[in-house]
């Protein structure tokens, strides 16, 4: 059975990592692929990417995170995904 999209994201669910890069288009492109499937998500760390207006070399890590009783489905969206991330 498919979850509602339409029922908003409760931030009290227990949230699991499913994703940890500091690579743009990984995060942009994992974000899609949930986004797509409806699984909600938490970008931990999000806020950190906003000095990369300060300094563009400045890249940040970011955690996806998912509903446990969704991360199953979650990685195996994610698992075809292979980025390098960028390194420090």
Request: aromatic share 8%; proline share 8%; net charge negative.
């Amino acid at each position: 059975m498919a979850e509602d999209p339409t029922v908003p994201f409760d931030p009290q669910f227990d949230l699991v990592v499913v994703l940890e890069s500091n690579n743009r288009v990984q995060l942009a492109l994992a974000k899609g692929l949930l986004e797509d499937a409806g699984i909600p998500f938490y970008n931990l760390g999000q806020i950190t990417t906003l000095i990369n207006e300060v300094d563009g070399f400045l890249y940040k890590w970011v955690k996806l995170q998912v509903p446990r009783d969704r991360e199953q489905e979650a990685r195996e969206i994610l698992d075809g995904m292979t980025v390098t991330p960028i390194p420090e």
